[in-house]
């Protein structure tokens, strides 16, 4: 037997992030539970779902509006991956489990999808995570944020960021400014992270008393890396022997994330990529834990995931990230 639910919302703001644009997060809604939303006033009136169907509605409902309240802009996609995890009342919320909070910051941060839950949860039970999956997957932001997490709240003492230094043209040691300023360009994108996250005067904070150090690979090499979270970003860049001694720089009570898009890999031809060789034979090694993300969990613009999609079809490839193995 059909059932209707009613959901009142007097709050104006929650009420227009949980429709999302043009009521988009409703039609997702409706898609994966089947039945009809009708909008009037400030109510919500959920129609043409059996028992199980409406108490899934309500438990999707209530994740939905928690999660407005507690900072977050649900887009369609952060809705379809809230529709494949509201079961009955009282299952956890692998979403919620997920989010992260960093002390001082804007907001807190949600995954947006189940692969991007799953990549948090492996930074949180690892040392060493990699995430690979293709551009505008959140692979390096929900990998600051966690770090940020970490150090902000004094669970670590220092944020440590490298990322390969691939040339084009022009020779590291020819720009201008002191090694921070040399390679800073080529973290900028870390550093777009942080800023989307914190204040600046976080940032700058953190450089001033040492707790953020940024370090080209080739100087990492003897060192020992304690209580400190590594983010290695790019790591598609990096050669073999790199990418092993970055990895066994790790020392006591540290952790290491290494990111990657296996489809952007900027080595010459004859040059195996040390993320692809660490993928293949670190895959079996219990600690290590390895996140793959697909256009499916694209969050920086919707366009995106097209693009990704032809370029992939042009060269004849599998759409990338799809499987652990496919890596």
Do not use: W
Request: hydrophobic fraction near 40%; aromatic fraction near 4%; proline fraction near 5%.
């Amino acid at each position: 037997m059909d059932e209707s639910i009613t959901i009142v919302l007097d709050d104006q703001k929650i009420l227009s992030a949980v429709c999302g644009a043009n009521d988009g997060n409703l039609r997702v809604i409706e898609h994966s539970l089947g039945g009809r939303i009708a909008t009037r006033g400030n109510q919500l009136r959920m129609e043409g779902l059996d028992a199980s169907g409406s108490r899934r509605f309500r438990v999707m409902m209530e994740r939905l509006i928690n999660s407005v309240e507690q900072g977050e802009s649900p887009s369609p996609d952060f809705v379809k991956a809230l529709a494949k995890t509201a079961g009955e009342d009282g299952e956890e919320d692998p979403l919620r489990e997920a989010m992260i909070y960093i002390p001082h910051g804007f907001g807190r941060v949600f995954p947006r999808s189940l692969n991007q839950a799953a990549y948090i949860r492996g930074m949180r039970s690892c040392d060493i995570c990699f995430c690979v999956g293709p551009a505008g997957t959140g692979k390096t932001y929900l990998a600051i944020a966690e770090a940020l997490r970490l150090v902000l709240s004094k669970k670590l003492r220092k944020l440590v960021l490298t990322r390969p230094v691939v040339e084009a043209g022009e020779s590291l040691g020819y720009l201008p400014g002191d090694l921070a300023q040399k390679i800073s360009p080529y973290l900028r994108p870390l550093y777009d992270a942080m800023e989307a996250l914190v204040p600046y005067e976080v940032i700058r904070r953190m450089e001033e008393t040492g707790t953020m150090e940024i370090a080209p690979l080739a100087y990492m090499r003897g060192r020992s890396l304690n209580d400190c979270m590594v983010i290695l970003d790019e790591a598609q860049n990096t050669t073999r022997e790199p990418m092993k001694m970055v990895l066994t720089r790790i020392g006591e009570g540290a952790r290491a994330v290494v990111t990657g898009d296996a489809t952007q890999i900027d080595l010459p031809r004859h040059i195996d990529s040390g993320l692809l060789h660490a993928v293949s034979i670190l895959n079996t090694v219990e600690g290590v834990h390895f996140s793959c993300l697909s256009t499916a969990d694209v969050v920086r613009n919707p366009l995106i995931k097209k693009i990704i999609r032809a370029y992939a079809e042009a060269a004849g490839e599998s759409m990338p990230g799809q499987t652990q193995r496919d890596i």
